[in-house]
């Protein structure tokens, strides 16, 4: 193709400038548009360079503008280890005219918070004992990637947790039944700790 002045590319608009992608859970695929506007009168070439593997899954990394169009260009981000992501990526217009976006991230790893961390169990009225008392707590995971847990006892007792091992898919909550069946001489009181694959503990203190 005919080369063309840097005026002239300046109306080949390539944007925006920075794409930060903002808080995503470790080995979660996202995606953000770059957009590209030609405003000229002739095709234009445009080249991406991606030399990490954190973006190989954008596409596509080359393609050809036709005149007074618009196109995007899928810019995939994927990283398998926590901590902050920048990285500046170039690209090309009709071979020669060279510019770069900036690409942004923090990368968390599971989180499941619990809404106690203390539950206490009492009778309910009207239901009998060798039923047991129960409470529900919930479980809570912000982050846009599912977190796997176990609910890990201290001792064997007659308190218990139920789901006592599960998923909590990404942004919402789970509720968690926490148990007690009272016997003669049983313990009156148990600890739980929530183990997050890859991620956090929590620890649950129940009382009955």
Not at 48 to 58: A, G, V
Request: aromatic share 6%; net charge neutral; glycine share 4%.
């Amino acid at each position: 193709s005919t080369r063309r002045t840097p005026q002239q590319m300046h109306q080949v608009v390539i944007g925006p400038s920075t794409i930060d992608f903002g808080e995503v859970a470790i080995r979660t695929v996202n995606t953000k548009p770059l957009v590209i506007v030609n405003h000229l009168d002739i095709h234009v070439f445009i080249q991406i360079e991606i030399d990490c593997r954190e973006l190989r899954q954008s596409l596509p990394l080359t393609q050809v503008i036709p005149p007074r169009t618009l196109s995007k260009v899928d810019i995939v981000f994927e990283s398998q280890k926590a901590g902050i992501f920048q990285r500046s990526v170039v690209y090309t217009v009709n071979n020669h005219i060279k510019q770069h976006i900036n690409i942004l991230s923090k990368i968390v790893t599971p989180e499941i918070s619990i809404s106690h961390s203390d539950v206490t169990l009492k009778p309910t009225l009207g239901v009998p004992q060798t039923y047991g008392y129960s409470e529900v707590i919930k479980l809570t995971n912000k982050t846009n990637g599912g977190a796997e847990f176990t609910w890990r006892p201290d001792k064997i007792s007659p308190f218990a947790v139920r789901p006592s091992q599960g998923t909590v898919e990404p942004h919402s909550t789970l509720n968690c039944e926490v148990l007690y069946f009272p016997s003669v001489s049983s313990p009156l009181d148990a600890v739980f700790t929530l183990d997050v694959v890859e991620g956090n503990t929590e620890r649950l203190n129940c009382v009955a």
